[in-house]
């Protein structure tokens, strides 16, 4: 059974760890991340992007998806299916398929319109016992079309949107979405402190957590962060594990073009990766 992302994030904030979201894209990502949970006794947040709902028949089949493999595959530990960057026509949709979990964007908007929205996101998902994730600041890099340039977000913003009662905030603190810049700056820990400062037991979320060294990840949550978002690390060793398997001709030997075969070494490729990252986060045995 699905649950809220609330109380896993409240446990990751008050225990000085963090609690992955995995970006799921079809059925093999979703079952290796299961899995992986479950092997580890981590929490874990299965993430949606509009764009991925989308490639994987829509939201409702994810729902029948993720519900049936908890069942079939004896998931005891806590999930949260949760859609990532969502507009307000998208968190509506998700809320209306099953999903657990919804951030609303509204980065983009002006402060005023982000908060009329969110505000009234946060009164449908309290009636519905759903968590929701609400943005500040763009985050930078591309993500389904939106562009950010890794800017931080004003802390007095983010306490505005975190007193709307949301779950939790996501904050641009100098991350960008998939693979970092050779000229990267670096996370700004001056503005994540004051974001904390300022917000107080609100869990804090890091998106665009592939390519941040584990020293910044450790340190940022130290200072609050209670949510890394991973996506492109699991699609690189996903590509990488295929590829490789295709050069060494695996797929011309016997069966090796049945893609149960052809998809097996990403499908572990992706449990590897998933595995590092909750070590790192630091949620292993936490569930």
Not at 77 to 95: F, M, Q, R, T, W
Not at 230 to 256: P, S
Request: net charge negative; with cysteine; hydrophobic share 40%.
């Amino acid at each position: 059974m699905l649950v809220s992302a609330k109380e896993m994030l409240t446990k990751a904030k008050a225990g000085k760890y963090a609690v992955g979201q995995f970006n799921i894209n079809n059925l093999e990502w979703t079952k290796a991340i299961l899995l992986t949970a479950e092997e580890l006794k981590s929490p874990v947040i299965l993430g949606v992007s509009e764009g991925a709902g989308k490639y994987m028949c829509g939201y409702t089949t994810v729902v029948g998806m993720v519900n049936g493999m908890i069942k079939e595959l004896g998931i005891t530990v806590p999930v949260a299916l949760h859609l990532d960057h969502g507009s307000y026509e998208g968190a509506k949709k998700c809320i209306e398929a099953g999903f657990s979990s919804v951030m609303f964007d509204g980065s983009h908007y002006p402060i005023e319109e982000n908060i009329e929205k969110t505000k009234e996101l946060v009164g449908v998902c309290n009636e519905l016992g759903l968590s929701l994730e609400a943005e500040v600041g763009a985050i930078g890099g591309e993500e389904d079309g939106v562009i950010g340039t890794g800017e931080c977000a004003d802390p007095k913003e983010c306490k505005m949107i975190a007193d709307l009662g949301v779950t939790m905030l996501a904050a641009g603190i100098g991350n960008i979405h998939g693979k970092y810049p050779e000229n990267w700056a670096g996370l700004s820990f001056d503005t994540l402190d004051a974001i904390q400062q300022l917000t107080g037991d609100m869990p804090l979320v890091l998106h665009g957590g592939t390519g941040i060294p584990a020293d910044m990840i450790k340190k940022a949550i130290s200072l609050g962060v209670s949510k890394i978002n991973v996506n492109t690390e699991c699609q690189l060793a996903f590509a990488a594990a295929t590829r490789e398997y295709i050069e060494a001709g695996k797929d011309l030997q016997g069966k090796g073009f049945d893609p149960r075969k052809l998809l097996a070494p990403g499908f572990e490729a992706i449990k590897a990766t998933v595995k590092e990252k909750m070590e790192l986060f630091g949620s292993v045995g936490k569930a």
